[in-house]
């Protein structure tokens, strides 16, 4: 007897096929053991719920000084857990304010995770954080370096960009668009070992900001390695937080492939009494036809009310078909690239399919120049190819002048990406007109993607000076230094009177 367990627990350690799925207890800690091919054994502390160690194949992953956690961790705790249905291992941890879920189902090496909160963290963000060892996962998918800030020399901005080989880095480098942001991960390539965050179309449910929202998703800080699901924050917020729950998302260990996170399947969570999930069954989706919208750019659909957000690409002939949604009524709004085009509602019923066909078009107006496009982005401005990966003050930057324009002979990189009152102000911009054209008045519009501290544009048009606009909503965020373009996206219309306007090039 004593023999054959010793053997067992020998074929245990150095094949994980024996490995059994279920929950132990050792000292403080809950053990959860996948059973999975891949083995992965995760030790969670019951009096604050950190994650304390996660062995993936035999081998630590979790940075020892600090847990893996929600926020920077709960505290203090009441953690419960049960094995339902045989095959998944539920941890419960609740405060009073929040419940966190960590799940792990037999012959899967993955923590599936949900947190349904009643009120926001009180150090106004929340997020998952998995502190790992540098040593072990160093490199970062999929934007690479550019939020690796270990080994730094020196800080750039705040105490969260830094330069590291004469390169600007920062963990905000790492966002992507929640509409495009299904999988990201910190990984090693010798011997691959990936750890990933995988989302679906229910773990941004309860988030704030809509598709084209982004935060940090993952940086090697040097202590620690750490990958993030931020569920909300104040970067660059335009939308009040939702609470209930967010979620499910997951933390997946993998070898050498990347997982696919869109087609995570979290359904089981029916199963497991998970406070405020919403069973597909109890779900409806909306689909129709989006009309309209310029060719070549991407047609975005996007729904959303006090209590849920969803999005969608419609493909190129304008058909879209929602992820199952919960019931209620929606905004429904059209965007061409990231620019709002119309808005609707939608009422969406459980069980049921409902169509709702938008269209929307930019008004056509006779333009005597246009420079990019209503993209709501600044695609194609100078340096908006690297904005989102590096700071402004960057030696990989362009000049951002102060820059002039000349419509017919420059091109779109002669149009800055941004204007900074102190550094590149002011952008001119020279034309000639034909006698007809200077005879009337016109129109000059500013289409604004995110302004910073009250910042808007001023025009002047020869002699004319037209009034200043007023202050934008305030956004209390850092923005373009830290990678972010989009805020609520103000167009200004600058009324230019007849006689204003010359003929001629008076350059
Ligand atoms: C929605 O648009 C499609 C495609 O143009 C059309 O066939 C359908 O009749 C429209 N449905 C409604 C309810 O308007």
Known sequence: ????????????????????????????????????????????????????????????????????????????????????????????????????????????????????????????????????????????????????????????????VFVVNGQTRSKFYSSERFIDDYVHCVYRDSDPIHACILLNSYSYERSSGGPFFRDINSNNAGDSTNLYFYMNSGHVRTENYRMGLHGPYALQFSRSSIPTGKSMDTTFFKDLGISGYVAPSGRGTVTGTATGGASGLQKVLHWYNANDQYWVYADSSGKFTSPPMKPGTYTQVFYQGEFKLSSTTATVTAGKTTTANISGSLTSRTSLFKLGEYDGQPTGFRNADKQLRMHPSDSRMSSWGPLTYIVGSSSLTDVPMALFKDTNTPFTIKFTLTAAQASGAATLRVATTLSFAGGRPRAVVNSYTPATPAAPTKIDSRGVTRGAYRGFGEVYDFAIPAGSLVDGWRG
């Open 1 to 160: 007897m004593f023999l054959q367990s010793a053997l067992l627990a020998t074929f245990a350690f150095s094949s994980s096929a024996l490995a059994a799925f279920g929950i132990t207890t050792s000292g403080n800690n809950i053990v959860v053991d996948a059973g999975s091919d891949n083995a992965l054994v995760v030790s969670i502390d019951k009096r604050s719920c950190d994650i304390k160690s996660i062995l993936f194949r035999g081998e630590e992953f979790q940075y020892q000084s600090q847990g893996s956690h929600i926020s920077s961790g709960l505290g203090s705790a009441t953690v419960s857990s049960i094995i339902v249905n045989s095959q998944y291992a539920k941890v419960t941890c609740k405060t009073s304010t929040l419940t966190h879920y960590i799940v792990v189902k037999s012959g899967d090496p993955t923590l599936y995770m949900a947190t349904d909160t009643t009120s926001e963290p009180s150090v106004g963000e929340l997020r998952f954080i998995a502190r790992l060892q540098p040593s072990k996962l160093p490199l970062e998918y999929p934007f690479g370096s550019v939020s690796t800030t270990s080994g730094s020399s020196s800080t750039v901005e705040g105490s969260d």
